[in-house]
């Protein structure tokens, strides 16, 4: 089975940098990913890691340690539409690739 | 070109009744998944669907079944609806051996 922990709420100022953590525990594990979801609407697509070390996509950057189980996303310049919730999900190799979701963590942007 | 579509958009059912959601992915992507999201938690697997066989199952009961067309889109069946049923139902569609998966605006039902 998966495990899968992220904070439920945070809360961060407009133009500050904000850290969203993730831990995992998996069997077969095949990549990490981080999804933005705007309340109603569907997920989208932020990143994927698979091997240790940091990705970096413009504002958004994520980082993996497979070792720790440990994955975390960062959001630089933070702006008020980045008020959403941020979905990390682990995928399994062992079962198909299927992607098992964390509970996502609900970030409040404030000016 | 046209992302994931899903239909309907809502439904409102009661329990008991029956219940067919459709998910048409993609163009060129053969693969589909179908995840249940209940407010205020992150989406759960409930199938995946490759090439009209199913890939994966998740942890649902047997109320739940799918199938995918010759033309890749696919539906989700929910029989003998409970109120825990009520939820968003997402459908995402990749090409095999990509990474991102894409969601559709999913389906949101509510059981009475």
């Known amino acids: 089975g998966q495990n899968i922990d992220q904070p439920t709420e945070m809360t961060a100022t407009e133009g500050a940098i904000v850290q969203i953590n993730c831990t995992y525990q998996?069997?077969?594990?095949?990549?990490l990913f981080w999804y933005q979801q705007h309340a109603g609407e569907a997920p989208t697509f932020l990143s994927y890691?698979?091997?240790?070390g940091l990705e970096e996509k413009g504002r958004f950057s994520s980082f993996l340690s497979r070792s720790k189980g440990y994955s975390y996303l960062l959001l630089k310049e933070l702006q008020m539409k980045d008020s959403a919730s941020y979905l990390c999900?682990?995928?399994?190799?062992?079962?198909?690739?299927?992607?098992?979701f964390g509970g996502g963590t609900r970030l409040m942007v404030k000016p | 070109d046209a992302g994931v579509t899903q239909s309907p958009t809502h439904l409102i059912k009661t329990r008991g009744q029956q219940v067919t959601l459709r998910c048409s992915p993609i163009?060129?992507?053969?693969?589909v998944s179908w995840y249940q999201q209940v407010l205020g938690q992150g989406p759960q697997f409930i199938f995946q669907y490759y090439e009209k066989e199913e890939r994966g199952r998740g942890n649902f009961p047997d109320r739940f079944s799918a199938r995918q067309f010759p033309n890749y889109s696919s539906e989700l069946n929910v029989n003998a609806l409970l109120l825990g049923d009520s939820a968003l139902y997402l459908c995402?569609?990749?090409?095999?051996?990509?990474?991102?998966?894409?969601f559709g605006p999913g389906t949101r039902l509510t059981v009475l």
């Open positions: 890691n698979v091997l240790d």
């Open positions: 999900a682990v995928r399994d190799g062992n079962a198909g690739n299927m992607l098992t």
């Open positions: 163009s060129g992507h053969k693969s």
């Open positions: 995402a569609s990749s090409l095999e051996g990509y990474n991102e998966q894409f």
């Open positions: 998996t069997s077969g594990f095949n990549g």
